[in-house]
């Protein structure tokens, strides 16, 4: 917060207020600052109540975004049904100089302009405008997008060396790609940055990138808009979602926990006794290499623009349903003899150098009809059907 206030004067991702609390207009500045974030190379936008708009001194405000109410509607409820696309923001109260302000921290927009009730909106000089009237922003705007990925966007910043050593468990990530652990914290947050998981910026503070937190957070709670990207995985009774067992959703980044969380599905998959010429052994429903194929790419081919839902594997007693957010690339009757086709490349590239995923040789000794489950896609999502497997 101290940092924002340094700034000498607003900017196109920063915006000052004292206690203008009105909803419509802080939906359109959630539209303004995002788009402006895009526009500028930043990744968030911000809005502050409580800051003197000119002098930027901090004054307070009385404005309290957890009781406005519009109608009988939570603001914020209220603000996410009239933006398109729904992006993330959040509300903080915070104190300077014992001063009460309240900080909307917004992501930028991505892939598309953000609009509210169907308006994009964009800073022109001091003054908020309407995106349409200006072509030549519009056009410098929309060729951000193409220019920008998700890898490459900042899920926590303002972070002092320590706060990324805290938040990124960087053992693993080592381990993982089976690299020695340089022995000065300078060291390790060089490796982080060359790899992207990390970056200094201009104000001598440190960010963490998507493609670090996904990968290797120690807590995927700690970054507000990557909370629903943990995985979920639902053990039911039977062959409905009637009674449910035993529900536990992921902690850690991808790569850091991929094994434990193959482990824990491997767990409860039922199994049974299979009888040879000479011994009995213990066989799954399921190959375990197949789980770790299949739940691998669902990680992997999810589009993490598709807010509110995150990557489920769900085991029934015959069959395990594994979904993931986004349509796939390729069509599903084409996916066994289709080129590889990913929408995250360079998390992809990360996890195939360490063991987290099979190489295609290996994916070979997959039994061939669970290479090709049953695939179900709707405008939002990919689920594949595993059934039964013996042997």
Known sequence: MRELLRLPAETEWLEDKVSNGDAAEIGSYISTLANGAALAGRHRGYLLWGVEDGTRVPVGTEFDPLRQKVGNENLENWLLRHLKPQIHFTFHRV???????????????????????????????????????????????????????????????????????????????????????????????????????????????????????????????????????????????????????????????????????????????????????????????????????????????????VAGSGPTVEVFDDRMEITNPGRPLVDPLRFIDSPPMSRNERMGRIMRRGPCICTPACATSVPRRLRTPPYVTDSVSRRETVPKHRG
Do not use: C
């Open 95 to 305: 104190s300077v100089s014992e001063k009460p302000l309240v900080v909307l921290e917004i992501d930028r927009a991505l892939q598309q302009p953000v609009t509210f009730k169907g308006e994009a909106f964009i800073r022109v000089g001091s003054y908020k405008k309407k995106l349409g009237a200006h072509p030549d922003v519009e056009r410098r705007l929309w060729k951000s997008f193409v220019l920008g990925a998700f890898e490459d966007g900042i899920a926590a910043d303002l972070l002092s060396p320590s706060d990324v050593l805290q938040l990124l468990d960087y053992p693993s990530y080592f381990r993982v790609m089976k690299a020695p652990l340089p022995e000065s914290r300078s060291g390790i947050l060089d490796a982080l940055n060359r790899e992207g998981m990390a970056r200094l910026d201009d104000s001598d503070t440190w960010a963490v990138t998507n493609l670090g937190a996904i990968l290797f957070a120690h807590d995927l709670d700690e970054f507000s808009a990557l909370r629903r990207k943990s995985v979920r995985v639902i053990q039911y009774r039977g062959s409905s979602r009637v009674e449910t067992v035993k529900e536990q959703e992921g902690v850690h980044g991808y790569a850091g926990g991929f094994a434990g969380l193959v482990g824990y599905i491997n767990e409860l998959i039922p199994s049974s006794e299979v009888i040879g010429q000479a011994l009995r052994r213990t066989a799954g429903l399921y190959p375990e290499l197949a789980v770790r194929e299949l739940v691998a790419n669902a990680l992997l081919h999810q589009d993490f623009l």
